[in-house]
């Protein structure tokens, strides 16, 4: 697939953003940047396993100094392929996604978009679609992301699976 631009500010907060936390006075050091990296990367792993995307030998990276995520491993299919980088890159302060991920039984790719204000799945499904009937489609490609049709937020990366 490539690489896949994400919007930094936009997506899951799992990195601990905007959440103070207290420095502990017997902290030994600071947390090396391939430390926070690492954490990072492992965070985004765990979110992926948590969506039940089952990907065989899933190996994740984060780079802070690029803000990228690299995703590696074997899907089954192609969705799973494409929900495992949605998960790596709507996540806030992931501007990129490199996806060297393989799929066993290949498909047709889907098309992206990515949410502005005032979208909701019927006016996205018009635009691609041409019926604003299929929103459905549109939630279902994207599940388990998605809890609710109604839950999508500016700058989010949704899949836009063919007709």
């Known amino acids: 697939m490539g690489m896949f631009s994400f919007i930094k500010e ?3 907060k799992l990195f601990g953003i905007g959440k103070a936390e207290a420095a502990t006075p017997a902290s030994p050091a600071t947390p090396s940047t391939e430390q926070l990296n690492q954490k990072a990367a492992q965070a985004i792993e765990n979110y992926i396993e948590s969506m039940s995307l089952n990907v065989e030998g899933l190996n994740v990276t ?3 100094a690029t803000e990228t995520v690299t995703v590696a491993g074997a899907a089954l299919d ?3 392929r494409e929900k495992v980088v949605l998960c790596c ?3 806030a302060s992931v501007t990129s996604v490199v996806d060297n991920m393989t799929v066993t039984n290949p498909e047709p790719e889907s098309r992206w978009h ?3 204000r005032g979208d ?3 006016k996205i499904s018009k635009a691609f679609y041409g019926t604003p009937n299929k929103y459905p489609q549109i939630f279902e490609a994207n599940k388990p992301m998605l809890t609710h049709p109604d839950k999508i937020y500016p700058g989010q990366v949704l899949r836009i699976p063919a007709p």
């Open 10 to 12: 936009a997506g899951e």
């Open 62 to 64: 984060f780079d802070a």
């Open 78 to 80: 192609q969705a799973t």
């Open 89 to 91: 890159g709507n996540v």
């Open 114 to 116: 990515t949410v502005v």
């Open 120 to 122: 909701n799945l019927s």
